[in-house]
């Protein structure tokens, strides 16, 4: 890594999830609510063929498809690019700029199955949300649990308390390693297993009601295709 990236992922030190192996950060109010309406605008302004409708919630792709023989790049619009730019001076991708958003909607009861990103992707995800709360847990493969029944609950690791207008941050390990998923439900009643407690304004005990949640998750693509050699041209 550079070394002014490694100094700016030294500036969020202090957002750290310290009860999480390393490396996690959430940053709460990472955006204002006004960006977090101009988001919401321009992601409900897209066109409805960008959708994408899955069993669990639906889907915008933005930058193009990620393939393991290289994604043909498509320049992401202006309202994205510049959040791409401004989570990647973080130095969260080793000096290289986000190439790759993933709009997610997830309404009050849906989820998503725990799940690792693949190697597509640089080995950070940075997701920031709109309009509700969620609660992201993370489980060990199941290759790291023996002699016990294989449930989600013998393989839980943490919770992530998620809020509105946040910024997550996973590297590292908690990327490569550790499945994540969002439990298909409409109320979080939250416990001392969500490690981010201390960095957001909830506190154990609470019930909290999910609303409809819109996900940005921004990511860097190493591997591109150059457009001339889908023609044929050398």
Known sequence: MEE???QTLKELEHYVVKDAPPSVYYIPEYITEAEEAYLLQQVYKAPKPKWTQLSGRRLQNWGGLPHPKGMLAEKLPDWLQQYAEKISALGTFAGKTANHVLVNEYNPGQGIMPHEDGPLYY??????????HTVLDFYHP????QDVPQTEESRFLLSLLVERRSLVILRDSMYKHFLHGIQGASQDTLTDRVANLSLTSAYAGDCLTRGTRVSLTIRHVPKILKTTLLFGKR
């Open 123 to 132: 080995p950070t995800v940075t997701t920031i949300s709109l309009g509700s």
């Open 142 to 145: 199941i290759s790291d649990v």
């Open 4 to 6: 002014s990236s490694c």
